[in-house]
């Protein structure tokens, strides 16, 4: 059965960093283009950052540019999402996504993708 699980999640003020992780078994993550996605209370999902794979090229919604680094490790299996100077406004479950469909068709949309992990919460407040 495939399998994204998601760590790193927690509680931090504002302005503070997290490191969330995705990783993968049962297939491997360079086969696909991943995204990560957040559900905040009362909103729908938005896919908010991606990285292609092949040439790793990344994409950013606009209200994390600057503030936000997706990378992967392939040798790991894992992808990672660096959140620096994180907002009230960034609270939300934090899910990892994996789909072949490129990362331009998914970047700050719900994203209908093929797999899925169980997410991770991330609260910043004070």
């Known amino acids: 059965q495939v399998q994204l699980v998601e760590s790193g999640g927690g509680l931090v003020q504002p302005g503070g960093s997290l490191r969330l992780s995705c990783a993968a078994s049962?297939?491997?993550?360079?086969?696909?283009?991943i995204l990560w996605v957040r559900q905040a209370p009362g909103k729908e999902r938005e896919g908010v950052s991606c990285i292609s794979r092949g040439d790793e090229t990344t994409y950013y919604a606009d209200s994390v540019k600057g503030r936000f680094t997706i990378s992967r490790d392939n040798a790991k299996n894992t992808v990672y999402l660096q959140m620096n100077s994180l907002k009230p406004e960034d609270t939300a479950i934090y899910y990892c996504?994996?789909?072949?469909?490129?990362?331009?068709?998914?970047?700050?949309?719900?994203?209908?993708?093929?797999?899925w992990g169980r997410g991770t919460q991330v609260t910043v407040s004070s």
């Open positions: 996504t994996a789909d072949v469909r490129p990362c331009r068709a998914r970047i700050g949309l719900n994203p209908r993708d093929d797999y």
């Open positions: 049962r297939f491997t993550l360079d086969y696909y283009n």
